[in-house]
């Protein structure tokens, strides 16, 4: 049971370039989310998906593009990269129902040049 | 979702019981208590949640006040393994947990 799983660890992008981060899940969960991280601080919510064919926007949307075709994958796109778009990406998935807690990848380290 | 209220670190010596509080004073009769911890950059794991009654598993135990109106996650014999950053949030019953909002955490430094 591999759980969630992101790919690449860590990727260096020059600004303009564009670049998909991949998540995928085998726990057969509805609800996928993206976080990024900055240095020293929290996590907050880029999208999230209740299900495939469902996306929504999070707190920082501007930037990226998700969809979601199948319950397993929430691909992360990054339509043309900014400095400020250097972070570490979580991905994470839950259950739908209940007080089911989110599961959290180990994250793509990103940075944009 | 109710916003959540940490402290920004703590340190507690190694084998002695972690005590890490949040505040969530307009938590709804709704919503539950989670907790998380961040080890070393790795993606957030899940630690334990309640409602209202103390809950206690392997990993740590959560005192609810009685007004809900905030709680502590207890390690009870703190290793240094468990340095981190804890995360508390508060979630409604039934809802998209991927929407939950994570603050700063209290980074836990526990030293030998």
């Known amino acids: 049971n591999a759980g969630v799983t992101q790919t690449p660890k860590f990727q260096v992008l020059k600004t303009g370039q564009s670049m998909t981060l991949q998540c995928a899940q085998d726990?057969?969960?509805?609800?996928m989310s993206w976080y990024r991280q900055d240095p020293g601080m929290g996590l907050r919510l880029i999208h999230y998906?209740?299900?495939?064919?469902?996306?929504d926007q999070g707190e920082v949307p501007n930037g990226y593009n998700v969809s979601r075709s199948t319950t397993e994958d929430f691909p992360l796109r990054l339509l043309s990269a900014a400095p400020s778009q250097t972070s570490v990406y979580f991905c994470?998935?839950?259950?739908?129902?209940?007080?089911?807690?989110?599961?959290f990848g180990n994250g793509t380290r990103l940075t944009v040049t | 979702d109710a916003k959540t209220t940490q402290p920004t670190s703590m340190d507690c010596a190694e084998g002695r019981a972690a005590n890490l509080p949040c505040n969530h004073s307009t938590i709804s009769g709704n919503e539950y208590v989670y907790w998380y911890r961040q080890i070393h950059s790795q993606g957030p794991q899940y630690i334990i949640h309640g409602l209202k009654n103390n809950e206690t598993n392997e990993m740590a135990s959560l005192i609810i006040t009685e007004d809900r109106k905030s709680s502590t996650l207890i390690l009870p014999h703190a290793t240094l393994r468990d340095t981190a950053v804890y995360y508390c949030i508060v979630r409604v019953f039934n809802t998209n947990a991927g929407k939950s909002t994570f603050g700063d955490g209290t980074t836990l430094t526990v030293k030998p």
């Open positions: 998906s209740v299900g495939a064919g469902i996306t």
């Open positions: 994470a998935s839950s259950l739908g129902q209940g007080n089911s807690p989110l599961h």
């Open positions: 726990m057969n969960h509805e609800y």
